[in-house]
Antibody
Framework: QLQLQESGPGLVKPSVTLSLTCTVS??????????WGWIRQPPGKGLEWIAS???????YYNPSLENRVTISVDTSKNQFSLELRSVSAADTAVYYC????????????WGQGTLVTVSS | DIQMTQSPSSLSASVGDRVTITCRAS??????LNWYQQKPGKAPKVLIH???SLQSGVPSRFSGSGSGTDFTLTISSLQPEDFATYYC?????????FGPGTKVDI
């Protein structure tokens, strides 16, 4: 059973780049079965897909964030990462990493989530 | 983007009740519709994928139906652990989008 764990800063200042990492255990990030992604949820609000990646490096971005986001994978560490540039208070949210088993736009496995607050 | 709507936005129910939640897509999404359950402070958990396929380990009191633009999630007999917020999500095309959620409480 796959397990995912997010890591990163809980507080970032406006205009900086937010970097988050998801560590995958219980399976290989290089498996052809899986896609990996990031989803966020502002406090008290709904879910927004940010980006997804396949181990080969193929990437998929939400057009609403595409100009500020980079998703990448590090197969040597069994991790994938998210960078979100020029953050503002509107980027305050719980960030979840997720994995899908065969279908890129399904989200079968979720990390516990990490709250990122953007504030000076 | 495909817009997803849900109704009702919240509902009050009792243990043993039959509960139905509706999800509508702004355009046809075939059968590419998933349902998630989220409890406070926890990550969403997938219940159903592709309209009606129950995820492994999910109780059979959960069921889904629909196609095209209109879908439903039914809980046949509500249990105490089912009080949560439920989201639908279309996996038909990027960006995948979620409904606003339906909160089920007592």
């Amino acid at each position: 059973q796959l397990q995912l764990q997010e890591s990163g800063p809980g507080l970032v200042k406006p205009s900086v780049t937010l970097s988050l990492t998801c560590t995958v255990s219980g399976g290989s990030i290089s498996s052809s079965n899986y896609y990996w992604g990031w989803i966020r949820q502002p406090p008290g609000k709904g879910l927004e897909w940010i980006a997804s990646i396949y181990y080969s490096g193929s990437t998929y971005y939400n057009p609403s964030l595409e100009n500020r986001v980079t998703i990448s994978v590090d197969t040597s560490k069994n991790q994938f990462s998210l960078e979100l540039r020029s953050v503002s208070a509107a980027d305050t949210a719980v960030y979840y990493c997720a994995g899908s088993d065969g279908a890129i736009l399904n989200f079968d496995y979720w990390g516990q989530g990490t709250l990122v607050t953007v504030s000076s | 983007d495909i817009q997803m709507t849900q109704s009702p936005s919240s509902l009050s129910a009792s243990v043993g009740d039959r509960v139905t939640i509706t999800c509508r897509a702004s355009q046809s999404i075939s059968r590419d519709l998933n349902w998630y359950q989220q409890k406070p402070g926890k990550a969403p958990k997938v219940l159903i994928h592709d309209v009606s396929s129950l995820q492994s380990g999910v109780p059979s009191r959960f069921s889904g139906s629909g196609s095209g633009t209109d879908f439903t999630l039914t809980i046949s007999s509500l249990q105490p652990e089912d009080f949560a917020t439920y989201y639908c999500q279309q996996s038909y095309t990027t960006p995948p989008t979620f409904g606003p959620g339906t909160k089920v409480d007592i």
